[in-house]
Antibody, heavy 124, light 107 residues
Framework: EVQLVESGGGLALPGGSLRLSCVVS????????MAWVRQAPGQGPEWVAN????????SYLDSVKGRFTISRDNAKNSLYLELNSLRAEDTAVYYC??????????????????WGPGTKVTVS | AIQMTQSPSSLSASVGDRVTITCRAS??????LGWYQQKPGKAPNLLIY???TLQSGVPSRFSGSGSGTEFTLTISSLQPEDFATYYC?????????FGQGTTVEVK
């Protein structure tokens, strides 16, 4: 069964740190980009960061650049997000998602096709 | 960053109604647009990618169209399980950006 399960959320002080984890099962983890997407209370989702299958390339949302670090351990089928210098506006449910390329008429599209249930981060 | 603007932000409809949601991009994004459905307390779920291609398992009452800067999600005959919030997402460039959402409520 394909499954993503996040953990590590909780309550943090402004300026504090947390480390989120996402354990993956049911597909070849190292073959896929992975992403973190967050959703603040009552708001739409917000893409945060993604990382290539071999860990060689990362991208970040500008507002988290320099504060958050995405990483992965393919031997452990695990994705991570290190959150530092936390701010109240980082309060959200954080989802990990498989970042897949789907082909249609020889064009590739980037989709988030499998998601975890999310882990809640509260900065207060 | 590309801004994605959805309209309406909410709508009330009945089972069997035809529902249309619009998403506008602040710049042209070719056909690099997906639609996601989200129910309360759950993660978003992929419905459509590449503007108009249904994800496997998604009912054919869902359809997408558009290109460039204007896109549409249509539900041809609303079913009880379709009451949810819908988001568009551009995958043209980084950062990926979602629309603010359209909530489809029971009339």
């Amino acid at each position: 069964e394909v499954q993503l399960v996040e953990s590590g959320g909780g309550l943090a002080l402004p300026g504090g740190s947390l480390r989120l984890s996402c354990v993956v099962s049911g597909f070849s983890f190292s073959n896929y980009w992975m992403a973190w997407v967050r959703q603040a209370p009552g708001q739409g989702p917000e893409w945060v960061a993604n990382i290539k299958g071999d860990g060689s390339k990362e991208s970040y949302l500008d507002s988290v650049k320099g504060r958050f670090t995405i990483s992965r351990d393919n031997a452990k089928n695990s994705l991570y997000l290190e959150l530092n210098s936390l701010r109240a506006e980082d309060t959200a449910v954080y989802y990990c998602a498989r970042d897949a390329n789907y082909q249609d008429n020889r064009i590739y599209y980037d989709v988030y096709d499998i998601w975890g249930p999310g882990t809640k981060v509260t900065v207060s | 960053a590309i801004q994605m603007t959805q309209s309406p932000s909410s709508l009330s409809a009945s089972v069997g109604d035809r529902v249309t949601i619009t998403c506008r991009a602040s710049q042209a994004i070719r056909s690099d647009l997906g639609w996601y459905q989200q129910k309360p307390g759950k993660a978003p779920n992929l419905l459509i990618y590449g503007t108009s291609t249904l994800q496997s398992g998604v009912p054919s009452r869902f359809s997408g169209s558009g290109s460039g800067t204007e896109f549409t999600l249509t539900i041809s005959s609303l079913q009880p399980e379709d009451f949810a919030t819908y988001y568009c997402l551009q995958d043209y460039n980084y950062p990926r950006t979602f629309g603010q959402g359209t909530t489809v409520e029971v009339k």
